[in-house]
């Protein structure tokens, strides 16, 4: 089964800096795809960027970026320049490839990101 | 917009009453989806449908059940609640990968207590 770790339960960041947040994950397959996924306080999940795991070109979302490292199995987010309305948990989750009947996603534990004015 | 909709945001029941969670979508998703959120925990998978009448277990199905008669509605059912169920479950929905879109879409969540 696979698993994906966020080591880190709680993160700030001074407004307009730049923050990293760690996720590993571990797995047997070479098609899958990667998530990391933002829940402001009270309000709904969104997905904040997506990475195929054929793709070797790291994606990018305006001010979120990800280095996805394939061998390490790791994949983090960076996040530049950062405002305040980017305070919330984040949550890193893995989905294998396509693959009609299992299409679900495994979670990481989240990290919670405080942006400090 | 996709728009996944939960019936309730807030809900308190007491322990043994049977709950009803619905979860509507309105894209025609394939998938549909049952998490509870806990903190420290992340989100785990309760339940899962990939079409209409059908349902897989996820990694925590003890004591919920589903149903899903209709492709647009997928309802979690705690038969007898106890208080180890009080939790945020969240719904999400996402179209078959036929569609090549793999991304989960997900409902606001209903805090349930259960006392």
């Known amino acids: 089964a696979q698993t994906v770790t966020q080591s880190q339960p709680e993160m700030s960041v001074q407004e307009a800096e730049t923050v990293t947040l760690s996720c590993t994950y571990d797995?047997?397959?070479?098609?899958?795809?990667l998530f990391w996924y933002k829940q402001p306080p009270s309000r709904q999940m969104i997905l904040v960027i997506r990475?195929?795991?054929?793709?070797?070109q790291n994606a990018t979302e305006n001010r979120f970026s990800v280095n996805f490292q394939k061998a390490a199995k790791s994949f983090s987010l960076k996040i530049s320049d950062s405002q305040l309305g980017d305070a919330a948990m984040y949550f890193c989750?893995?989905?294998?490839?396509?693959?009609?009947?299992?299409?679900?996603?495994?979670f990481g534990t989240g990290t919670r990101l405080t942006i400090i004015p | 917009d996709v728009k996944v909709t939960q019936s309730s945001r807030y809900l308190v029941k007491r322990t043994g009453e049977k709950v009803f969670l619905e979860c509507v979508q309105d894209?025609?998703?394939?998938?549909m989806f049952w998490y509870r959120q806990d903190p420290g925990l992340g989100l785990r998978l309760i339940y899962f449908?990939?079409?209409?009448?059908?349902?897989e277990k996820g990694d925590i199905p003890e004591g919920y059940s589903v149903s899903r008669e209709k492709k647009e509605r997928f309802s979690l059912i705690l038969e007898s609640a106890s208080t180890n169920q009080t939790s945020m479950y969240l719904c999400?929905?996402?179209?078959?990968?036929?569609?090549?879109?793999?991304?989960?879409?997900f409902g606001p969540g209903t805090r349930l207590t259960v006392t």
């Open positions: 989750a893995y989905r294998t490839g396509p693959n009609f009947g299992n299409e679900k996603l495994t």
């Open positions: 449908s990939y079409d209409v009448k059908m349902k």
């Open positions: 990475q195929e795991a054929y793709k070797q």
């Open positions: 999400a929905s996402s179209p078959s990968s036929r569609r090549g879109i793999a991304e989960q879409y």
């Open positions: 797995t047997s397959e070479s098609d899958y795809y």
């Open positions: 894209m025609d998703h394939e998938n």
